[in-house]
């Protein structure tokens, strides 16, 4: 009766045995198929994660610093020293014209060097659309710098 038990179970390990060959293949399709499924989700991830925390990353950075102004608002107001009114003012970036204007020439050329490389005379027409408005904005710019010390002298 042992070795009917015995060779019963040799018997269900070998089929068992070649019976896992068909599961090996299956389970790596089953790899393939999450991981076929699995990049667009990231794709979709990435694409609207990393602007929200470029976005939180901001207001984060400007909160902090509202916080240390006003830390020093109220160690100044402590001292009783007078506090100065540019810690109440934001400051003003100045925008250049010139930045922006290279900027749209640059996005210009790009797309039509891109479309000569592609082949796509669409894309190359379209490249001139920025390429045209940052020449506008450099004459504007050019334009405005000559009239500047003119109109303070």
Known sequence: MALQALLLASDVIASSASNMAPMADMGSELATSVLNSLVPMVAIVTSFGVPLLVVIAVLVYRFRRQRLINDVILKLA?????????LFVEPVRQRSELR????????????????AFDGDRD????????????IGFFVAYKLEKKDGPAAGS
């Open 78 to 86: 402590e001292k009783g020293q007078t506090v100065p009114p540019e």
């Open 100 to 115: 922006r204007a290279l900027t749209w020439i640059m996005v210009g050329l790009g797309l039509i060097v891109f479309g």
């Open 123 to 134: 894309v190359i027409g379209i490249g001139f659309i920025p390429l045209l408005i940052g």
